[in-house]
């Protein structure tokens, strides 16, 4: 079992930088492939990265990492735009680069990201 706490969410401007946080619990921590999802008002969640695999729409401007020593994945996200506005989930799961949201059997309970023009 893999329990997934993110944190860092919030209000930004258009251009601004936020960094998400996933804390892990669990020893088996480095035994899963972590990414992330958002999940804008109205659409579905949706696939935002995971090792070296990105979306297209944050290709460039967001980056994920991961530090085993802390049981915790990153999102470093910069030049953030209003249509980045979302709740963001972390996920956990055993299949490599997967952006379908089946793939994955662990996730968190969101942090809300908020991009003003």
């Known amino acids: 079992q893999v329990q997934l706490v993110e944190s860092g969410g919030g209000l930004v401007q258009a251009g601004g930088s936020l960094r998400l946080s996933c804390a892990a619990s669990?020893?088996?921590?480095?035994?899963?492939?972590m990414g992330w999802f958002r999940q804008a008002p109205g659409k579905e969640r949706e696939f935002v990265a995971t090792?070296?695999s990105y979306a297209d729409s944050v290709k460039g401007r967001f980056t994920i990492s991961r530090d085993s020593a802390k049981n915790t994945v990153y999102l470093q996200m910069i030049s953030l735009k209003p249509e980045d506005t979302a709740v963001y989930y972390c996920?956990?799961?055993?299949?490599?680069?997967?952006?379908?949201?089946?793939?994955?059997?662990?996730w968190g309970q969101g942090t809300q990201v908020t991009v003003s023009s």
């Open positions: 669990g020893r088996t921590f480095s035994t899963y492939v």
């Open positions: 996920a956990a799961g055993t299949k490599t680069g997967s952006n379908s949201i089946r793939a994955w059997d662990y």
């Open positions: 090792g070296t």
